[in-house]
């Protein structure tokens, strides 16, 4: 099997899998009940926050648990506008959002809120001039992804930040879930930064939302006591435990595996440049680990599967995109709907090896050939 759809979801890491177990069978006890066995769950349970505040240099007060990140996303962008309502109903994201961002916004735009879309570069990156000019008076959050799920570009979200430093009603949202164990993240800038356990190596189920302990928010899961005031239900202190220790591993040694991923991305690329249907929409301002590619003449879907069956597997968008045929990212890169209806996402590992790689291409020749003949005939 070559498998090349990190971005979507990473294979557990056995360390993380086997503190999950441990937990699970050795600390029976509910974190909110009083008695000894609640109290050692509740111990290891801040043990685990502290953890990863520690990691990503925060507040222990500032880790917030969910159920991943499009709940953390969800969290941050209706949390605050909902708190914060008096200040205003216009909000600042882009098109190239992951959709737990972008319908979350449509959601609030039928709602009465205001969103209005930041202009993109050439290059893929935000038009901090144009962000700047479209801030008002009614400005209440701007929301920008660190790293596009699709394309991979890298927004400098502390520039961004610091931008925003001038402006203290405005509140500023990263969704870092294709950041966080592929690059090294600074979040003295931010307010809320959002990431998934299921994308570092860990397991499915359990996110994090990073909050500036001097902002509020109104939660969206209301309930009982948990881990904080802002997200009720009962903790669920295996996976917190298990997403401290995914993330531990995910940033050991990140220079050498961010090396290693750009070394394969170069090769692939090389490879890929050699086929003329190919075009590449990915650029140099992107994540090694992402690169999206338009085939012309043949769709994302019918090249997926036809991929699938020599056991080799890609995607043709995020995991979580609704079912139809353009890819908004893309469209918003390039403009042009051509490639956004033909673009399909590779994404590569520390775990990828050049024999895939060159598996990959291999078969990914024979399929176009194919395909095309087959659509000629």
Do not use: W
């Amino acid at each position: 099997m070559v498998y090349l759809d990190y971005s979507a979801t990473t294979p557990v890491n056995k360390e993380v899998l086997n503190s999950f177990n441990k937990v699970c069978l050795e600390y029976l006890g509910n974190a909110n009940s009083l008695h000894k066995l609640g109290r050692e769950s509740f111990h290891l349970m801040e043990a685990s926050t502290k953890q990863i505040a520690n990691l990503l240099n925060v507040d222990i007060s500032e880790v917030l648990f969910t159920s991943g990140a499009s709940e953390a996303n969800n969290l941050a962008i209706m949390g605050s506008v909902l708190k914060y309502k008096n200040r205003g109903n216009h909000i600042l994201t882009t098109k190239l959002e992951h959709s737990s961002v972008s319908k979350t916004m449509d959601y609030l735009k039928m709602n009465g809120y205001e969103i209005e879309y930041i202009n993109i570069l050439e290059n893929g990156l935000i038009d901090l001039k144009d962000l700047e000019n479209k801030i008002k008076d009614t400005t209440i959050l701007v929301s920008i992804n660190h790293v596009n799920s699709e394309i991979g570009i890298i927004q400098d979200i502390n520039k961004i930040g610091l931008l925003l430093k001038k402006y203290p009603k405005i509140i500023f949202h990263s969704d870092g879930t294709q950041a966080i164990g592929k690059i090294s993240v600074n979040l003295d800038n931010i307010d809320l930064y959002s990431f998934s356990g299921h994308k570092i190596y860990g397991i499915p189920g359990v996110g994090c939302l990073i909050k500036k302990k001097s902002l509020e928010l109104i939660p969206i899961i209301h309930g009982g006591k948990s881990q904080n005031i802002y997200r009720s239900g009962t903790p669920t202190v295996a996976l917190y435990a298990s997403l401290a220790k995914a993330l531990k591993l995910a940033l050991n040694d990140l220079d050498n595996k961010y090396d290693y991923v750009l070394k394969l991305n170069k090769i692939l690329k090389k490879n890929l440049e050699t086929i003329d249907q190919i075009h590449i929409n990915s650029n140099n301002f992107c994540v090694p680990h992402i690169l999206n590619i338009s085939i012309d003449g043949i769709k994302p879907e019918t090249i997926m599967h036809a991929l699938a069956q020599n056991d080799i597997y890609i995607s043709t968008k995020t995991a979580c995109s609704y079912d139809d045929s353009l890819s908004e990212s893309v469209l918003a890169l390039t403009n042009n709907k051509k490639l956004a209806s033909t673009s399909i996402r590779i994404s590569l590992s520390y775990l990828t090896t050049l024999e895939d790689i060159n598996y990959f291409v291999e078969i990914l020749k024979k399929k176009i050939t194919e395909l095309t003949f087959k659509k000629g005939e």
